[in-house]
């Protein structure tokens, strides 16, 4: 009882906080060097608007803040955004399940340069993505039952990643290293627990191309017994622009992720496991400028090996092997006219996979989504669209979605959406054969969503806030289950699922006396999830679901000096609440930056997933160069 008031207190401290921070913040409020957010095209959203615009609830991360963070892997990056839910089994950019707003893994879309990045095996291979941190340009954050814009599995949400893609020429390279500097556990060797990586970005480009070049290689001994792991990215991206109207794009990536894999999904007999993921993904697209109307072509194909090893030193027995292929085609097309902006784009998807306890299934989905936005004057802003979907296995579904804002002040904007979305049931979660831990269930059926969301922001230059309120319905709510610990887990579909929160954000960065610079952000999330009760039914995943969220950071700069501090507070459902502290120091001399980081600073012990144990208190010292 103790530890929840005081959770409760310092809840109600930052908030007050930043209600008087957002009184006086624009008395402090001077021009800097960092990007202006209301200037960022939302490539996430198909009619490609400006921030400025924009009246979903869409978060930016730029550039200049992922150089900030003390992350060395998108997994430890995507922690520090307010609502999204990073459950890690392994650290350094391991295995991790991703979720928005107290939502499962399942029901977020990650999408690279607007390509989904689909997996029908399961999405807890959904962040094995080709993408070193320095290749990143900036993440788009889509709040809300997504759908209508991208399809079947945005339920809860999507986050789009963007790579760098300029008109001149570059060169960056990042090597760090780093340690817990704890002594080995018995049998694992011997030694300290410790690792580094090396990232390397290679741009050539001009006004008629871009060609992007970017690799990563993280190799560490783990942070506990039979955590190793062994992680490898490459991406290519370029552009060639024929002319004003005309332009071609491709992409391409591989990643392979080898880790050990104690306890990360079958404890405690899973001790000497080991787990080897390899993904490439492959597009190709264009875009031609036709009078008013714009159309984007494109093809892609995301090929993904999953080999589970139960025993790692013995490959006979106990092992998964699962081989995955998406193949998707799509149309989109836009217009501007004098009644508004017109969307209107197909998309096609091929799945199959070969799998040694899933078996050998095909699936297809087919998908039409319109969209239209209007502006009234200068005040009122609207947008609607609709997605028609067909499945092969699940027939015809239809999500509708509309969003309205008002801007009723300088700066200010009030906006309220409505929304709907999918989840298809994963190959997984149908067809899975593992016992005794877990067993499938050919007869559940799709989630479906409704999403309802209201929210007041205020952004002018480099001060931003919002707080915004949203309910959400599921039906036929997949869960995993089980009777005791005697039986394996199924999943089953429960009557409904609801959850409602409330989110704020406050983010502003000025000048003191000319070489001083300071930056603060705080950011809280708070979710109410109605709990399902089953009778003599024990959950797998609802332990682990968000009540609590507040990240506070603060950026002081002096000249070539910059100090990062970042506060976590996470408080899940049934589960203690943990606090991490992390800082970054960085020091600028040239062409070079110097820095080191210190994540879990006060070493707090703490489980995202199950009672998998996470990286204590880690030193980390790199050095980055850019040309």
Request: hydrophobic residues 35%; glycine residues 8%; without cysteine.
């Amino acid at each position: 009882m103790q530890t929840t008031s005081t959770t409760f207190l310092k809840l109600i401290t930052t908030l007050s906080i930043s209600f008087l921070s957002l009184v006086f913040a624009t008395k402090a409020l001077a021009q800097n060097d960092s990007i202006r957010l209301d200037e960022v095209i939302i490539y996430g959203d198909r009619l490609e608007i400006p921030f400025s615009q924009s009246i979903r609830d869409i978060q930016i991360i730029t550039k200049d803040e992922i150089d900030k963070i003390p992350a060395t892997s998108l997994n430890g990056l995507l922690a520090y955004i307010g609502g999204i839910d990073i459950r890690q089994r392994g650290p350094f950019g391991g295995q991790a399940d991703i979720s928005i707003d107290g939502g499962s893994f399942e029901q977020t879309l990650v999408l690279l340069n607007g390509i989904p990045l689909v997996d029908d095996q399961t999405a807890h291979n959904m962040m094995n993505i080709p993408l070193p941190l320095v290749a990143i340009d900036h993440i788009e954050v889509l709040r809300g039952a997504a759908a209508r814009v991208y399809g079947i599995n945005a339920l809860t949400g999507a986050i789009n990643i963007v790579t760098k893609k300029e008109k001149h020429s570059s060169f960056e390279a990042n090597l760090y290293g780093g340690s817990s500097f704890q002594s080995k556990e018995a049998d694992d060797g011997n030694g300290i627990y410790g690792g580094g990586g090396l990232e390397l970005f290679g741009q050539y480009g001009s006004e008629k191309h871009s060609q992007v070049l970017s690799f990563s290689q993280n190799l560490y001994n783990g942070q506990r017994y039979n955590t190793a792991q062994n992680n490898t990215r490459a991406l290519y991206n370029g552009e060639y622009r024929i002319n004003a109207k005309n332009s071609i794009q491709a992409l391409a990536g591989y990643t392979k992720n080898k880790f050990g894999a104690n306890g990360f999904y079958a404890a405690p007999g899973d001790i000497n496991s080991e787990e080897i993921v390899k993904t490439a993904l492959f597009n190709i697209s264009s875009q031609h400028q036709l009078g008013r109307f714009t159309i984007k072509p494109g093809i892609s194909d995301r090929y993904n090996e999953d080999d589970y090893r139960y025993f790692k030193d013995n490959l006979s027995t106990a092992r998964s092997r699962h081989f995955m292929n998406t193949l998707m085609v799509e149309l989109n097309t836009s217009a501007k006219t004098k009644v508004g902006d017109f969307g209107l784009g197909w998309s096609s998807r091929l799945g199959k996979i070969n799998s040694s306890n899933i078996g050998q299934h095909r699936r297809n989905n087919h998908g039409i989504n319109a969209e239209y936005k209007k502006t009234f004057g200068e005040k009122w802003l609207t947008q609607a669209g609709v997605y028609v979907n067909y499945n092969t296995d699940y027939g015809w579904q239809v999500y509708p979605g509309v969003d309205v804002a008002y801007l009723f002040y300088p700066s200010w904007k009030i906006s309220a959406s409505v929304g709907s979305g999918q989840r298809i049931p994963s190959f997984t979660d149908l067809y899975l054969n593992q016992l005794p831990g877990n067993i499938g269930n050919a007869d559940i059926q799709p989630e479906r969503a409704w999403n309802y969301e209201t929210k007041l922001s205020y952004d002018k230059k480099d001060l931003h806030f919002q707080v915004s309120y949203f309910y959400r319905n599921i039906s036929e709510f997949i869960d995993w289950v089980r009777e005791d610990e005697s039986f394996p887990y199924s999943p089953i579909n429960s009557d409904k699922n609801n959850t409602h929160g409330f989110q704020t954000r406050l983010q502003q960065g000025f000048h003191i006396g000319g070489n001083h610079f300071l930056q603060y952000k705080i950011q809280y999330h708070y979710l109410h999830p109605q709990h399902l009760e089953y009778e003599n039914l024990q959950s797998k995943y609802i332990f682990e679901t968000l009540k609590h969220q507040l990240i506070a950071g603060i950026q002081y700069g002096y000249k070539n000096l910059s100090v990062q501090v970042e506060n976590r507070l996470i408080k899940r459902e049934l589960n203690k609440a943990y606090n991490l502290l992390d800082l970054r120091i960085a020091y600028q001399v040239g062409q070079f930056l110097v820095y080191t980081d210190i994540t879990n600073l006060l070493n707090s012990k703490y489980n995202e997933v199950g009672a998998i144990p996470t990286a204590p208190r880690w030193f980390n010292f790199g050095v980055r160069v850019k040309m």
